[in-house]
């Protein structure tokens, strides 16, 4: 099976940086995404690794460390705006049809 | 990016009765598409694998009898809750596969009363 562990809640101030950290346990891993989800939304595609490094689009980067099972997707220069859910998702080597296993999400609330 | 529809976007019905969720890809053929069910403040839970031409995949613990999946064409497919019930009220994404990610669909709400 699948392990995917990533914070519940996290607070920030408007104008800072949050890091949202993800781990996971799986075999045949065979890439990362992070998505952002609003509030009766459905989510939408913010990046995907799956080479260790950093990725950096914009004021959001994420990385991944595929010998750590860690990655973390990095907020910068926050605004009211960013206050979502940021979901972190693996995709298995071999899944068909790019099957997505997804994390319990990380609810990020930005306070002026 | 490629863009996926639902319809309708909102339902509400009386417990016992079956409500269709359509589920399209507009702009690319998609052989597989997926179906999630959300509840309040928690992760997508993956609830089968659509593939175009042959029977859905069920994740363990979904009642396939229960939750009929037809996906008839490379760009439908539809979530079919039979004899719904009050715990059935959830949001219910589907997602199409594209050649790099999933494309999600903007949600159905489903309220039984």
Redesign the interface.
Known sequence: GQNIDQPTEMTATEGAIVQINCTYQTSGFNGL?W?QQHA??????LS?NVLDGLEEKGRFSSFLSRSKGYSYLLLKELQMKDSA?Y?CAVVMIKA??????????T?VLVKP | ?AVVSQHPSRVICKSGTSVKIECRSLDFQA????WYRQFP??????MA?S?EGSKA?YEQGVEKDKFLINHASLTLSTLTVTSAHPEDSS?Y?CSA??R????????T?LTVL
């Open positions: 995404f998505y009766g939304e459905a989510p939408t595609f995907y859910s979901l068909a049809g790019n099957k997505l296993t997804f994390g319990g999400g609810r | 990016g052989t597989t598409m997926f403040k928690q992760s997508l839970m993956l694998t593939n995949t949001f994404i596969s594209g790099d990610t999933q494309y999600f669909g903007p949600g709400r």
